[in-house]
């Protein structure tokens, strides 16, 4: 049973959507109860960072304990940048599981970047099994994440900068684009986490 | 570098349970041509890149919007699905998003009130607000107006509403500018003297609006063939092509028009 964390950023019904397309059994959950038991967990997110970790400031030791016990975890969009120790776009700290922080795109491009754009592979990880370099994805998003270490990044795109896409440690994936607006090949990294694979 | 985007547009009729989409210029000589979700998961799978939705029943019988259609499609599609028609409010617009819609497009409610751009954009983000102006040639009234030489002689365009049966004097060129600064994420641009011609896209008219905005333009009206995409794409700064009638009826695939472009140095998703 995958878990959508539904802390109050955005509409979930596509992803919702999507991960019941590959088959997945979905519950959408707004606790730290429905958090602990899941085979994995999703954590989604569109709006501000500050806003966010407001919400889910509280959820912090049960999400750390969740991702320390294994479980294959995903952040999508605002979901990615949370895992990060902070960003430009507010004051708030982040959750801190990936040493970093989110930054804005550059000037000399079109901010929010919205589109579909290619991924430049970086590293082959299993939640990427079947996904080519070049292939596109869907993104809308302002800021980008940058980590203190280099080697986790699984995935950029060129937009003004090497924007991070898809960063992986451990059992901890997060995806800048979103997979559930990607078409076939983002619902192929859905069945990909889901296959239980490990980020 | 970000893709250029091909989008099916999908005119609904509402006024039949279920709905359906048609075919047909000015509401004359209509044709039925599907089931709105059926269709539309068969474009996401042929490669569109997103699906627009006109309700072309909302505006003259003050229908409510397709919250059920958008429910179905949003099961099978997943890429963004884009829907107008009727859209007068914000409260207008959450329902559309809570039914699963990812951008609503608005014209005559935003040319009534600009604010709703604002509005939208602040609430749900710029990608989420698709402005969509149908501009109609003008060689006359010229002063005061931004003109553009054209093979016909100089012009100005004006933007009409109410799906073309209204005329406001507003100048396109400058709606598209401030549309922009209020917070649109795209301008859909439909040419009302090409629009159902098949003799291609005002190449004039979507040259002059993306050398004047900083946000994507999707060139509508006018396509009847791949080579009319090639046109708009090489000529002028679109950023996306959008028709109705070609993909209809298989007449030609959207993996078709994809390849096409690919084969002719247009970045596109295949």
Partial sequence: MIAILDYGMGNLYSIRNAFEKTGAQVRMVQDAKGLHGADGVVVPGVGAFDAAMRKIAPLKDDIIDVVRSGTPYMGICLGMQVLFDRSEEGKEQGLGLIPGKAVKLPKSVLVPQIGWNELKIKKHISILDGISDGDFFYFVHSYYCIPKDKPVVAATVDYGADVTAVVAVDNICGLQFHPEKSGPKGLLILENFIGGVKC | ?270
């Fill in chain 2, 1 to 270: 570098m970000l893709a250029k985007r091909i989008i099916p547009c999908l005119d609904c009729d509402l006024g039949v349970p279920g709905g359906r989409v048609v075919k047909g210029k000015e509401f004359k000589q209509i044709k039925y041509a599907g089931i709105p979700w059926e269709l539309a998961e068969k474009y996401y799978k042929d490669g569109a890149d997103e699906i627009v939705f006109l309700d072309i029943t909302a505006s003259s019988d003050r229908r409510g919007t397709m919250t059920d259609v958008i429910r179905k499609t949003a099961e099978s599609v997943f890429v963004p699905l884009t829907v107008g028609g009727g859209i007068k409010t914000i409260e207008d617009a959450r329902a559309v998003f809570n039914s699963g819609a990812d951008k609503v497009s608005i014209n005559t409610a935003a040319l009534k009130n600009p604010n709703l751009i604002n509005e939208i954009s602040e609430d749900y983000g710029r990608q989420a607000c698709v402005v969509a102006i149908d501009a109609k040639r003008r060689y006359t009234g010229l002063e005061g107006k931004e003109t553009v030489a054209t093979p016909q002689g100089i012009c100005w365009f004006e933007c009409s509403s109410h799906g073309g049966r209204t005329f406001t004097g507003i100048d396109a060129l400058k709606w598209a500018e401030e549309a922009d600064a209020r917070g649109a994420g795209d301008i859909l641009l439909t040419s009302m003297d090409r629009d159902g011609t098949k003799e291609g896209f005002d190449i004039e008219l979507t040259k002059a609006v993306a050398e004047r905005v900083r946000i994507p333009v999707i060139a509508s009206g006018g396509v009847g063939k791949p080579e009319h995409m090639l046109e708009v794409f090489k000529k002028t700064g679109a950023q996306a092509a959008l028709a109705a009638s070609i993909f209809h009826y298989n007449e030609y695939p959207i993996s078709e028009v994809k390849e096409y472009l690919k084969n002719n140095g247009v970045h596109v998703r295949l």
